[in-house]
């Protein structure tokens, strides 16, 4: 496996998405600051899960390798429920701007974390049935126990879903209610950053381990890109909620 260099990439998006997180929440009167807020924050725990994961567990030597395998197996299906209810979370984030709920209220903040917890723990379950065969109904084939057709597809395709989503919610926003193009800019490129992470992690990674001397593999450009995605998606969000900008049509509408 080609971990180290994931690693160190996966350390340096926790703290630099922790420091977007923290400007999010410092913009006072820009609307839609907690919802982008927890977006963050959920997406950093996405990132501590990758490195305990990914990078601790398999390099550690305290541990037996059946211990290293148990833990990484439950930390890869806490993996598939947190990406699965992260991209959730990021069609309500869309969502707030038409100010179907207050920002920023109990109401808003509660629906985002309650109905992402439902996804979190289902999605949990599916997995962990998938991965263990709790049950008999999503039993893994013997062949081969880790692999399930709905999960994978849940997994790689849910996310693409979700940021097309996303991407249509904002343009309706920008097109429909402000004279600014420019923020569609970082819509395009949170799009593309992401398609090309995925596209790199599930299909050269392999091959980009194996040439490099496994040293860097398409978990770090996954990461890499994810990130630059995340940080677009801050982008936008910034400049289209200047605090008390003029760009907004405040009659017709708030965002």
């Known amino acids: 496996m080609c971990r180290n260099t994931d690693f160190v990439i996966s350390i340096i998006a926790f703290f630099f998405i922790a420091y977007l997180a923290f400007r999010a929440h410092r913009k006072i ?24 994961g990914a990078d601790l567990i398999h390099g550690s030597s305290l541990v037996n390798k059946a211990s290293i395998a148990s833990v990484r197996l439950w930390l890869g299906v806490v993996n ?7 991209f959730w979370a990021l069609i309500l984030f869309g969502a707030v701007g ?38 008999d109904g999503l039993k893994p084939k013997p062949s081969d126990p880790l692999y399930s057709p709905g999960v994978f597809t849940i997994y790689l395709v849910f996310p693409l879903v979700a940021i097309v989503i996303f991407g249509l919610l904002q343009m309706t926003i920008v097109i429909k209610f402000l004279s600014a193009r420019l923020p569609m800019v970082w819509l395009l490129c949170a799009f593309i950053c992401f398609a090309a992470g995925q596209a790199i992690m599930f299909g050269a990674s392999k091959k980009m381990c194996e040439s490099t001397n496994r040293r860097i593999d ?22 289209i909620t200047v605090d008390d900008s003029n760009v907004y049509e405040e009659e017709e509408y708030k965002f």
């Not at 709920?101 to 379950?125: E, F, N, P, R």
């Open 29 to 52: 009167d820009a609307v839609g600051r907690r919802e982008m807020t927890l977006l963050l924050s959920f997406f950093c725990i996405m990132l501590a899960f990758n490195i305990a």
């Open 80 to 86: 598939t429920a947190l990406v699965v209810s992260f």
């Open 98 to 135: 038409f100010q179907i709920m207050a920002d920023g209220s109990l109401k808003s903040m509660l629906t985002i974390i309650g109905t992402s917890l439902i996804i979190l723990i289902s999605m949990g379950y599916i997995a962990a049935d998938t991965a263990l065969g709790i049950s």
């Open 218 to 239: 398409g978990a770090f450009f996954a990461t890499l890109l994810d990130t630059a995605a995340m940080s677009c998606v801050y982008g936008f969000w910034s400049a």
